[in-house]
């Protein structure tokens, strides 16, 4: 029996103790429910820096900008009642460890007793900002951001401009086509989705761009953004020395972990997210797990053994809700009782008609099979394969077989799968190479040096993005 169940501290901790969540979104709500799910009768504290309650994002993309659903009624539908104090529109500003206390940016604190970190992300901006700033240059995260740019869209502007072609970038395109408005959409990549997807899937989705209008430049990067004598956009620069003229340009860059509250908590949390372990407890910079911060959702790294235990960062909807669950378990529970974060990644999107669905980690592939149907027809399940194993699967308009793969992928079935499958045509007969960008180039700096020798005078020290030394 651990000591806390012991001296009575955990039974104290369930009846009367203070919890603190930090980011009061999916994985904070659903973090919430859990504990009075399993008994929490404490004092629960949500956190946010948003003025609204909960609500949900992937409609955001979708069904709002469409102009079907009115960005506030998104709100997150509720499983239980959770009695909190709810301290929206403020963002949290540090962190005091060894006190235990989150500062506000009011000027005011509060003290907890275990503390839930999901603050999430946000979108990347426009790195230039006065050009960031010009009328007509919108990013999409937030439920504000969508209806601004609804709204701009309703005006129908003479021509979008969509930068990046990740799933968000595409499904803003997918939009804009559906409203009939001409959309320009530029990617440095060498096709749509094949940062997420490789460049055999990202193919088909370049296919099903042009097919529906999208005026899609690949392999260029947007250099500047100009506007005209009061600050409207106007046009935008390309690296191939292109223009194109656009009132509206989205900026779908992804996405920066909101982290920076954490400098100097001591916690490992950088622009990559916050570290935990599997049980979602959160790292401190010298890689030991803390016993009171948890994290989940968007902002954590947590490693899976499915994947040989690498650190993933997710930013997918049930990632958030099953990180949450284990993460507020784990909370309130005797450490005999905790349980690991196993969820394996699943991911769907809409866009020019077609249901995209992923399961598993498919970047971590270095080959890919369309093991059904075909991608000239659009309609097809691609297993990926790593080191001879099957690590992810994608189906376009072929939802029924996702679970399928997912049990594949659980039970390290081998790659190429040596199963029969329905469907299956001759262009799925020979894996090929996914195609995915050379994972050995670095996207991040160093973020944490190592001094001292011996393991008394050992210290670890974190440098901030930007602060230290670039790879
Ligand atoms: C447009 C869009 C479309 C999407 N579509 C899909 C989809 O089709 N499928 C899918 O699986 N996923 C999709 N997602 C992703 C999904 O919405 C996220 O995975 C999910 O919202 C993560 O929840 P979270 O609670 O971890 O983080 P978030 O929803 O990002 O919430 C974090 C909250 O913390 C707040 N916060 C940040 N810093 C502080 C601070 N210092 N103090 C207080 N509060 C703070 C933030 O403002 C935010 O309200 C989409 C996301 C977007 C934006």
């Keep these: 029996m651990s000591p806390m169940a012991v001296d009575g501290s955990l039974e104290r901790l369930r009846r009367e103790g203070r919890i603190v969540v930090v980011g009061a979104s999916l994985a904070g709500l659903r973090a919430a429910e859990t504990l009075r799910e399993e008994g929490f009768t404490g004092t629960l504290t949500m956190i946010g820096d948003e003025p609204y309650e909960p609500y949900d994002r992937p409609p955001l993309s979708k069904q709002v900008l469409l102009g079907r659903v009115p960005a506030d009624h998104t709100a997150l539908p509720r499983s239980r009642a959770i009695e909190a ?102 990617e440095r990549g060498p096709a749509p989705l094949s940062g997420a997807l490789g460049s055999v899937i990202g193919d088909v989705a370049a296919e099903l761009q042009h097919q529906h209008g999208v005026d899609l430049r690949c392999g260029v990067m947007v250099t500047g953004l100009e506007g005209d004598g009061v600050g409207r956009l106007r046009r935008a620069h390309f690296s191939d020395g292109g223009t194109v003229d656009a009132e509206v340009a989205v900026v779908a860059l992804g996405a920066t972990r909101n982290t920076e509250w954490l400098a100097g908590s001591g916690l490992a949390a950088g622009p990559r997210g916050i570290a935990c372990d599997a049980g979602c407890r959160a790292f401190d910079v010298r890689g030991i797990v803390a016993d009171d911060v948890f994290v989940a959702g968007d902002v954590a790294r947590s490693p899976h053994p499915l994947f040989g235990y690498r650190f993933l960062s997710l930013e997918h909807w049930g990632n958030a809700v099953a990180q949450a669950e284990v993460a507020a378990h784990n909370m309130i529970c005797r450490a005999e009782e905790r349980r690991p974060h196993l969820w394996t990644p699943y991911f769907w999107s809409a866009q020019f008609g077609v249901n995209i669905k992923s399961v598993g980690v498919p970047n971590m592939a270095d080959q890919i099979i369309v093991s059904q149907g075909s991608l000239g027809e659009h309609r097809f399940t691609a297993a990926y394969g790593y080191q001879g194993r099957v690590i992810a699967a994608v189906t376009f308009d072929q939802a029924k077989w996702l679970e399928f793969y997912q049990r594949q992928i659980e039970q390290a079935a081998p790659f190429p799968p040596p199963f029969a499958t329905v469907d299956r045509r001759t262009e799925g007969m020979r894996p090929v190479p996914a195609g995915f960008p050379d994972p050995s180039v670095p996207t991040h700096g160093p973020q944490v040096t190592v001094s001292g020798y011996s393991p008394t005078d050992q210290r670890v020290t974190f440098t901030p993005a930007g602060h230290g030394r670039q790879a």
Excluded: M
């Design 85 to 186: 104090q709810w301290r929206l529109g403020a963002a949290a500003t540090g962190l005091d460890p060894s006190a235990k206390r989150v500062a506000l940016a009011d000027g005011t604190s509060v003290e907890y007793d275990r503390l839930l970190i999901a603050t999430g992300v946000r979108s990347r901006p426009w790195p230039n900002e006065l050009e960031a700033g010009l009328d007509g240059v919108f990013v999409l995260r937030t439920r504000d951001d969508a209806t601004r740019l609804r709204h701009r869209l309703k005006a129908g502007p003479s021509r979008v401009l969509v930068i990046g072609a990740g799933f968000t970038g595409s499904e803003i395109a997918s939009v804009c086509r559906e409203r009939d408005l001409p959309v320009t959409v530029a």
